[in-house]
């Protein structure tokens, strides 16, 4: 079993930034599949991010070319850098990990707001 632990999320102004980490608790982590959803009040769960264990990144079109995924193996970590952050950005955003096995973090809140 693989636990994912994210960390970062929060309050932020239209415009600034923030970035969300997502620690795997198992040794092994190079060969998954890291990556993010989000999901906001009344709607479906979507595509943020991922990351292939060979460093390859898709991104949801709302996002594209704002947000930055990246992966630290040595630190069994996975980042998401947000920049020019949005209202429509805020939601609860999921740390998502598959080795064929799909492994899902808590949840941490991230709401863009003045």
């Known amino acids: 079993q693989v636990q994912l632990v994210e960390s970062g999320g929060g309050l932020v102004q239209p415009g600034g930034s923030l970035r969300l980490s997502c620690a795997a608790s198992?040794?092994?982590?190079?060969?998954?599949?890291m990556g993010w959803y989000r999901q906001a009040p009344g709607k479906e769960r979507e595509l943020v991010a991922i990351i292939t264990s060979r460093y390859i990144t898709n991104y949801g079109d709302s996002v594209l070319g704002r947000f930055t995924i990246s992966r630290d193996d040595t630190k069994n970590t996975v980042y998401l850098q947000m920049n020019s952050l949005k209202p429509e950005d805020t939601a609860v955003y999921y740390c998502?990990?598959?080795?064929?096995?799909?492994?899902w973090g808590q949840g941490t809140q991230v709401t863009v707001s003045s």
């Open positions: 198992r040794s092994g982590f190079s060969i998954y599949t």
């Open positions: 998502y990990g598959n080795d064929g096995h799909v492994y």
